[in-house]
């Protein structure tokens, strides 16, 4: 039989992170659709894509969590409540959703940092795109800084967005 290498506690965190990757997969879904219905369709593409990429994040953890021998767990995923009034809304929203992803993150590798020197090095990886990803979306926000709700200046902003 193979052995099963990760703790109970490191088990649910992963699963919980897992849930947390698949949430945002499906706000930038959300994203992406608020998107081609204000108008905004590079955007759209954008976000579509995005998605794909948090669903493979999930798909990662998951295999991760394969590779030591245990079942991953899915959990129920709410489905994403935002208002969104520009394209600003939904990049603060992705920034905020980024920015809270990436402490998750750092806050589990400091659990398992004595403990489990396996988990940390996966967890680091997580840490690096969750970083690039808090980088990107801090400077969209920078760009936003300044700009009106004015459909033209919002399709500036999709400008810097997509590029
Ligand atoms: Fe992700």
């Known amino acids: 039989m193979k052995e099963q290498i990760l ?6 965190k992963l699963n919980s992170l897992i849930g947390e990757e698949l949430k945002a997969m499906y706000t930038y879904v959300y994203a992406a659709n608020w998107c081609q219905n204000a108008g905004y369709l590079k955007a759209y593409d954008f976000f579509l894509k995005e998605s794909g990429e948090e669903k493979e994040h999930s798909e990662a953890l998951q295999k991760y969590i394969l590779d030591l021998g245990c079942t991953p767990e899915l959990h129920q ?32 590798a400091s659990e398992v940092v004595s403990v489990d020197a396996i988990t940390l090095t996966k967890i680091q990886d997580f840490i690096k795109i969750q970083t690039e ?11 936003s800084q300044g700009l009106s709700n004015n459909k033209f200046e ?10």
Not at 157 to 162: I, M
Request: with cysteine; hydrophobic share 40%.
């Open 7 to 12: 703790s109970e506690p490191v088990k649910a």
């Open 77 to 108: 995923i709410e489905a994403p409540e935002f208002e969104f009034e520009t394209l600003t809304d939904v990049i603060y929203a992705a920034y905020d959703m980024e920015v809270s992803l990436g402490e998750q993150y750092s806050e589990f």
């Open 133 to 143: 990803s808090i980088g990107f979306y801090g400077d969209i926000c920078s760009v």
């Open 154 to 163: 919002q399709l500036m902003l999709e400008k810097a967005l997509v590029k």
